[in-house]
Nanobody
Framework: QSQVVEFGGGLVQPGGSLRLSCSAS????????IAWFRQAPGKEREGVSC????????NYADSVKGRFTISRGNAKNTVYLQMNKLKPEDTAVYYC????????????????WGLGTQVTVSS
């Protein structure tokens, strides 16, 4: 069964860092534009970042610019979201989504969604 899976969530203190990973089984992420979303309790899901297939186009939400970095792994079947200078308002479930091809970043629709990984920023 083809799916994407997120790894790397956890509890971190304000100002700390985490690196999330998005991996695929059953297909290769090379051919997919990848986006990270997050959803905090009681809030709507929001787009955080995206990266195109070649890795030369990235976009970030204003709330995370300068703190988060999206990248493709050397093996290219993993996409990372490096999160630095974390704030309590970054607390959310983070989701990875994959859209086939080199569409807009972020794409308008997605072929695969992960189940999410919890990130909690608290002292």
């Amino acid at each position: 069964q083809s799916q994407v899976v997120e790894f790397g969530g956890g509890l971190v203190q304000p100002g700390g860092s985490l690196r999330l990973s998005c991996s695929a089984s059953g297909f290769t992420l090379n051919y997919y534009t990848i986006a990270w979303f997050r959803q905090a309790p009681g809030k709507e899901r929001e787009g955080v970042s995206c990266i195109n297939t070649s890795g030369d186009v990235t976009n970030y939400a204003d709330s995370v610019k300068g703190r988060f970095t999206i990248s493709r792994g050397n093996a290219k079947n993993t996409v990372y979201l490096q999160m630095n200078k974390l704030k309590p308002e970054d607390t959310a479930v983070y989701y990875c989504a994959a859209s086939y091809g080199d569409s807009d970043c972020p794409p308008g629709k997605y072929d695969y969604w992960g189940l999410g990984t919890q990130v909690t920023v608290s002292s």
